[in-house]
């Protein structure tokens, strides 16, 4: 199996929506901001989470080479949501260096959607206000399935015959 790398997936939007979620334009914009959010986390410490004593000159043999690497790896995680040894073996890596990265990743990458304004909204009175300037929505929601009662009776009054609606 190749190591994956952003440069095998740039030119091609469809390989890179299937990989992140993101078109190539949209990746580019968020990687703007992802760097920033990295580069200030290396300014004061470093990978290991220690304050930074000296410059970083960076290291020549890294795992994910890029910033844009890095955002790959992180995306693809969040999009795919495989295995951390599946990750670890599509970005040639050992599974300890993949829990590390994500570990050092995945903070960055919230600091950069706060950044660009694009974290989703967790409190309903907020959230209405930013839909607010939309004249449609489209909810997108997945069925989950909840745990039923064995007592029959218990079943009929908590049943909301969903299920047996036939369209007209």
Not at 158 to 168: F, L, Q, R, T, V
Request: aromatic share 10%.
């Amino acid at each position: 199996m190749g190591k994956l790398r952003y440069t095998d997936l740039a030119s091609n939007e469809k390989a890179l929506l299937a990989h992140t979620g993101l078109k190539i334009t949209e990746f580019e914009q968020l990687c703007t901001f992802f760097d920033a959010a990295w580069q200030r986390y290396l300014r004061a410490y470093t990978l290991e989470g220690k304050p930074r004593e000296r410059k970083n000159r960076g290291r020549k043999n890294e795992t994910l080479p890029t910033i844009e690497d890095k955002l790959l790896f992180v995306l693809y995680y969040l999009k795919t949501n495989p295995l951390q040894e599946v990750l670890a073996a599509a970005f040639s890596m050992r599974q300890p260096h993949a829990s590390f990265w994500l570990g050092l990743l995945l903070p960055r990458l919230e600091e950069a959607l706060k950044q660009a304004e694009s974290l989703p909204e967790r409190q309903s009175e907020r959230l209405a206000r930013a839909l607010e300037k939309y004249d449609r929505l489209l909810i997108d929601g997945t069925e989950r399935p909840v745990a039923r009662s064995t007592d029959y009776e218990t079943q009929k009054e908590h049943y909301s015959g969903k299920k047996n609606d036939i369209p007209s």
